[in-house]
């Protein structure tokens, strides 16, 4: 059990913190439509999102919160890292084993639904709000 742990963990340390979303110098609609400070908001709150590893299915939350806190959670694990909003990019870090990994994300936010995908493999990945409310 302990390798499928670690194993899960990595990946969904590489889906979480690893750099996603289309050409670097393609910039997001939204993020040149929208004030940061309004994408921000609709950022904050709880997601949620399934994926696949080893054959088994996983649901991965992620939460948002003020101050550019971000928790993500699986598996009865929580790992605590940072965000913020760069011009049309997510940057985030979490730490892993006492290492900072820290990515570049392009990402499309509406109130329900957070969008992201993979640069290295494309792979994308649709999270949804866990509930209404915003988290401080």
Do not use: C
Not at 42 to 49: E, R, S
Not at 61 to 79: H, N, Q, R, W, Y
């Amino acid at each position: 059990m302990t390798g499928i742990r670690l194993f899960v963990m990595g990946m969904v340390l590489m889906l979480v913190s690893g750099p996603v979303m289309g050409g670097e110098k393609q910039a997001s609609a939204q993020a040149k439509d929208t004030p940061k400070a309004s994408v921000e908001e609709q950022l904050l709150g709880k997601w949620t999102f399934k994926k696949t590893v080893d054959e088994r299915d996983l649901t991965v939350e992620v939460t948002f919160k003020k101050a550019g806190v971000m928790i993500v959670s699986f598996l009865d694990t929580d790992l605590e890292g940072t965000y913020k909003i760069v011009d049309d990019k997510l940057v985030t870090t979490l730490n892993y084993d006492g290492n900072d990994k820290t990515e570049e994300w392009k990402f499309k936010v509406n109130a329900n639904k957070l969008e992201i995908e993979n640069l290295r493999d494309g792979e994308k990945l649709i999270a949804t709000r866990v509930n209404d409310k915003k988290i401080d």
